[in-house]
């Protein structure tokens, strides 16, 4: 996995203020966070062999991601330390009632990350069969990856977040893109509104050279289209604590799934439940265990 790592200061707020507005916070907290490491970590609950590459700033939150790293599940990790570029971090409000979040992101250290940074680390990229990357770390360097990966024989797996129109010229290069509805509208320049606006704009970024493409649709579960098949996942039912870090849980269970050997049906339901239980706790990065997804499936029949 190419990622990012970034310190996540999350405030809960009874609800998102207006313009120009001050409310009082009910709660603040700080997580390790950055889409990277967030869906290392729910890979790594499932399966045990990720190896995780991610550049932090020698500062106290590069320190903090070096002492989170090491206590989490992930197979193993490549850390790259840079004095002269602050580590990446995070502002997200984060709603009590309903769990919706908004987020500003400072990529920091994340979009600093140089071509023989990833070349000193080719040999575990030579090794994998899965690669998955986000669009958090400089875009550059996420397409020269992809490209790397595609000529070491890997799967590629791509979540398209934050969504950059830079990567257009590399989803013919992508097996399975994993976009959320907005980033589904910004790659398709269709609006989703309905399932069926939604099957129209999956079948668009297929046309546009994506092999496999999963749609993540919040509560409205999943949507599935390789060109052929296209199969609706409902949501499963959850109670919603924290939403942020819930695409992540999907796309790093649903990589891992893949990787351990599963159907990509299987993968997708595993995945819709996986991330049910996430955003059952709160900050990004903490995943649930995989032992919690088999009960969850067999109460909701899937």
Do not use: W
Request: glycine share 8%; aromatic share 6%; proline share 2%.
């Amino acid at each position: 996995m190419l990622g990012s790592f970034n310190l996540d200061v999350v405030t809960e707020v009874e609800r998102f203020p207006s313009v120009g507005e001050t409310i009082r916070a009910i709660s603040t907290g700080f997580y390790p966070g950055g889409k990277g490491a967030n869906q290392a970590a729910a890979a790594s609950e499932i399966n045990s062999r990720v190896h995780l590459f991610v550049k932090v700033g020698d500062d106290s939150f590069g320190a903090d991601a070096e002492k989170y790293f090491s206590t989490t599940k992930t197979g193993s990790y490549t850390l790259i330390k840079d004095i002269s570029v602050k580590t990446g971090s995070a502002l997200v409000m984060v709603e009590s009632l309903t769990g919706n979040n908004s987020i500003i992101i400072d990529q920091g250290a994340n979009a600093t990350i140089t071509k023989a940074e990833i070349l000193s680390d080719i040999n575990n990229l030579k090794s994998a069969k899965v690669f998955l990357t986000q669009l958090e770390n400089n875009i550059d360097i996420t397409r020269f990856t992809i490209d790397i990966a595609k000529m070491c024989g890997c799967y590629v797996i791509l979540n398209p977040a934050p969504y950059s129109e830079n990567i257009m010229s590399h989803l013919s290069s992508v097996d399975l893109l994993t976009p959320n509805g907005t980033e589904a509208e910004l790659i398709s320049d269709i609006k989703i509104s309905d399932l069926h606006s939604a099957e129209q704009a999956i079948r668009a970024i297929h046309r546009l050279g994506v092999k496999e493409i999963v749609m993540t649709l919040g509560d409205n579960g999943a949507l599935y289209f390789n060109g052929t098949t296209m199969k609706h996942y409902s949501a499963i039912n959850a109670s919603v604590v924290d939403t942020s870090g819930a695409g992540d849980a999907f796309t790093g269970s649903l990589a891992a799934g893949l990787v351990e050997g599963k159907s990509m049906d299987e993968a997708i339901k595993f995945a819709v439940a996986y991330a049910s239980l996430a955003v059952e706790k709160k900050g990004a990065s903490s995943m649930p265990s995989a032992n919690s997804v088999g009960i969850r499936l067999k109460k909701d029949c899937m």
